[in-house]
């Protein structure tokens, strides 16, 4: 090792400059906007597969319109793959299946639930530059 | 050795072209099989604008035969359709005795309106049904018949016939002709 | 002969001859044949005749055409014509693994081979041409065989798909004589060097507005006229590019002309006829104008010129009309599906009425009509109307009136965002409140996000995009093809059915396969798969289907200081 203020030490030096440089810089390129738009919305995306009305207690009356309601109703707070696989950096990552989500029917005219039960997805936004594990992605790798 | 080697290439060779021949499943003989399956608790919309809760409707005490169709379709479902026009007039005043359910793969397009246009086009009597919904339903429906087609124009031309076991059902495949229908859905009566 | 050098390589004046070389010694042949009635009729005659044996399955005595399908399953013509497999350009189709060969003159009368000549592993006229083995060209007396019994020339038994028809000789050489006008060459606006566009401007368009439209249009000619560029320098690229979408898309180049019109929309037909005349495109892509789109609409139809998805939001509304391809319906499409999601709960109303109250000007009317007809077709009472003039203000008390006096199930009201403080006050109510209250998304504009929270659980919206949280996703689809520009200088929603255009575009052309006719298009684009499209939650495709948006959201407001919308539908209501 020579004296650092020689020409051989200022070679090194400008490695070890180069090198902590290169360091500082982000390891995920951040492209336009990504962090705005993951940020932004819910964290899960929801898909119903099936749905069932439950009536008030002891009012039996409109179980076929309920059901068609509730039909309505889960088939309304189901998210729509399609809106998340077709834009560019999203994916879905399925964490749970069958779960049950009681909703509120919510019709002024018909009291009662309805019980959406669907497959719930993490939503990720991802860089498809960088490599990544695509096991978890959906699919149907990811369908048991 | 040679020579019992190519004649082996050649019967090999004669064997590919004239048993694997490049023809189209639709030339070929029916394919039938018997299938358990689920039908969904959804709940429909038919021609005349009423809502159909289709397991119950399925399950009728009536003899039911379904195919999945499509308004503007312009190939596989003609067909279909023209079968079950056929049963209908040989079944003649006792049309009504069977329960035949066409269910659309293209429920954004296809309203009451345009089913019911349809029906009047094929000449349908009492007891042939045509069904819509939301998108989602009909994917429903269409996963419990194991008939997913995610692309309507890739659909197969398909009849389920109900039989007498709970939860069992015919599943035709291909073009069949007039005469098989009718004895595939007799012998699901006579059962 | 290859197909794609027929139409111009200087057989193109020979081709014209040869087939008004057949179509007189077919009509000389019907004349002359000893069949009286036919010999009395007019070439127009015959192919109107002709024309509608092929699309409606109607014989010239008026009667249905008769057939038979998978052998014995007897079939009458209007359930299942000609058109219905082999399309309005007869070029043919692939559904359900079934591959429907061309049926016109051009390719009837030559002998099929499976591949170009010179590039065998390059399929002929469509992708799915393997499937069909090669056969002499067809006489009129072997077409007549093949219609009847289903052998063609090498005795092969066609699909059963394929009906059998009972047709008599004088109405076959009609039926004939028809197949040989059908796309007998390339539509106007092909050359071998170019297609040609043309967009139409209307005046007092917003400046931002006809922008937005230009810019994604503007943006896949360039493209398409670099890589045409490129084809020509390099023979490796342009083979490839032969091989995977055609033979001929590679090299050609786009060009899109903009027909501006100036002064009253009755003027506006003559304007459009100038331009017309002075260069035919093959097809007009998107165009924008203030109010009805009827007046480009009837030219389109008149000139059998393929417009595909102009931006309006009052387009003509036609079962039947074949040449514009519109988004949707436009904003009376809110209006229907209020009406059909009322409809699904109308058993609970015990009779109480809907109320729909109309602001008289064009959205409020068009909104009106589309709820009138949709709820029409269910069979329900119509419901009770108040029309509030063009400048008539809708007060908080005058609201509150007709909510109380009326005592509606459902209170439907179209206006723009003026009626919000009467809308919110509703939600004040105690008594004879109404069970729901619906508006328009579209007509309140951005104004809904301000419903006060009291009133967000009582007011549904028409909402007819895919919601803004979802939507935001797609961003980075548009700012492909913005190439730096900032997205904000721009008309959020005509931007992106900009964009939807340029891609249907594409897609269809690449599927034509040097097919060029105008015809074909619209069947291309009729058979296309269903995608996922930025702004609106699902497009569909059918054939003769002309509008491909079918849905529209019902949605409310969520809680908050900064809410979301919520969806209380799906897209399409049946």
Redesign the interface.
Known sequence: MGDPVSPAGWDKLAYLAVLVLVSTFPVKPAAAGGDATRQQGKEKAFMVQEYRYEPPQGDNGNLDIGQSLCGTRCNAISDNFGSYLKPRNWRLVKIAGGVERSVALDNPFLKGNCICVGDEYLIDWYDPMVPQDRAGAVGKQAQQ | MKRSFGGVLLFVATFLVFVIQ?V????RPYQRSIVSLSI????L?NQE?E?V?LRTYLESDLPVAVDFI?A?????C??L???F??LQRQLGDDSGRFRLVSITI????D???IMKDYLD???AKQGWDFL??????IN?VMEGFDAYFP???????LYFVRTGEAGRWVRIEG?????SLLKEIDNTVNK | MKMSEVGWRGSDCIQRLVLTVFLVIGLVGLAGGGAASAGDLSPEEILRQGERMYREGILPSGKPMQAYVSGDIPMEGTSFTCISCHLRSGIGSFEANVATPPTTGLHLYLPRKRTIEGFEHVPSYHKYATYFPPRPAYTDETLGDLIRSGDDPTGRSVLKVMPRYDIDDDDMAILIAYLKTLSPELSPGISKEEIKFATVIGPGVDQVASDSMLVPLEFQVSRKNAQAKTYKNNDRLARMAFNMIGPDLGAKSFSLAKWVLKGPPETWRAQLEEYYRAEPPFALLGGIVNGDWAPIHSFCEDHRLPDLFPITDYPAISDSDWYTLYFSRGIRQEGEAAARYLHGMYDLFSGRNIVQVVRDNREGQALAIGFREAWAKTGHPAPLEVVLKDGEELTPERLRKIASTKNPAALVVWDDDKSLPALASLGDLKEDKPGIVMVSGSFLGQSFWHIPEQARKLIYLTYPYRLPQDEARFDTNIKSILVGKPMADYDQTIIRRSYITGEVLNRALVKMRDQYYRDYLLDVIGMMANAVYPLYEGMTFGPGQRYTVKGCYIVQLGPGEKPQLERRSEWVIQ
């Open positions: 490049p189209h499943a639709e030339d969904p608790d959804v709940v919309v604008g809502k809760r499509y503007t379709c312009t190939t596989i003609p067909i359709s023209a079968g026009t056929n293209d429920p954004e397009h309203s009451p309106e086009r094929y000449r819509t919904g939301s998108r989602a339903d429903r692309e309507k124009m890739s659909h197969r031309p073009m069949v002709d007039g005469q």
